[in-house]
């Protein structure tokens, strides 16, 4: 098992938990063997127990629509893809055909390559050309954090009333609280996360999992 994207879980109790939820499957698998293979900029693969808690979450709302920001080798587009509502669609945005190579491989072997639709772009473009008519049900952001806010206004809009945002590494292995760390994405994830938490347009909720998980509720 990959080591623990949450920094306050040791691999023990971390390989415990993801033991006793639904665990990753044989493509699942795979995609996280063929990403670790990448090396140290696997790290931005989000965790077994965070995907499966995305995929139950996706069947819980009904999802019809879902976006996501950033889909790297595509587990966590996957784990939605799966969640989808029969006929649902998945707009993944992304610009790297590198790394979503691998994410196209995985997808049709699991299955769900029909419901989800990449486009190679910088996302904010694509984000703005979305069909204002067509209500958003999820949306997963896991993307450039200095960018996080300009995501988060452009999907808001779209977002129908009850439908949800998760935003990804809102933690940032702890390094939202330390004030010794003032690097560039570092400071964008404190700036959004205050700015999210003040935002009467939205419930938030922030949960450990993985690298930090907020939820945010459109009301």
């Not at 077994?48 to 587990?75: H, R, S």
């Not at 610009?95 to 910088?122: F, K, Y």
Request: charged share 20%; proline share 5%.
């Amino acid at each position: 098992m990959a080591d623990p994207k949450s920094f306050f879980l040791g691999a023990e109790i971390h390989e415990y938990l993801v033991a006793h939820g639904s665990p990753p499957d044989a493509v699942q698998t795979q995609l996280i063997e063929a990403t670790a293979a990448l090396g140290a900029v696997s790290g931005m693969q989000i965790s077994p127990e965070q995907g499966a808690f995305m995929t139950m979450l996706t069947q819980l709302l009904n999802v019809g629509f879902a976006v996501e920001v950033g889909t790297f080798t595509g587990y966590s587009a996957l784990c939605i893809a799966r969640g989808l509502a029969p006929g649902g669609r998945l707009l993944c945005c992304d610009i790297s055909e590198e790394w979503t190579a691998l994410a196209r491989t995985a997808w049709a072997e699991a299955g769900v390559a029909d419901r989800i639709d990449l486009r190679i772009a910088p996302a904010i473009a694509t984000l703005q050309a979305l069909d204002a008519t067509q209500p958003i049900d999820l949306v997963f952001i896991d993307a450039d954090k200095p960018m996080y806010g300009s995501y988060f206004e452009a999907i808001l809009p779209r977002l129908r009333t009850g439908g949800l945002m998760l935003i990804d590494n809102v933690l940032w292995s702890g390094s939202v609280i330390d004030p010794t760390v003032t690097d560039a994405n570092t400071e964008a994830i404190r700036a959004f996360n205050d700015m999210v938490v003040a935002d009467d347009r939205v419930d938030a909720v922030m949960i450990p999992l993985g690298d930090g998980l907020t939820m945010l509720r459109k009301r």
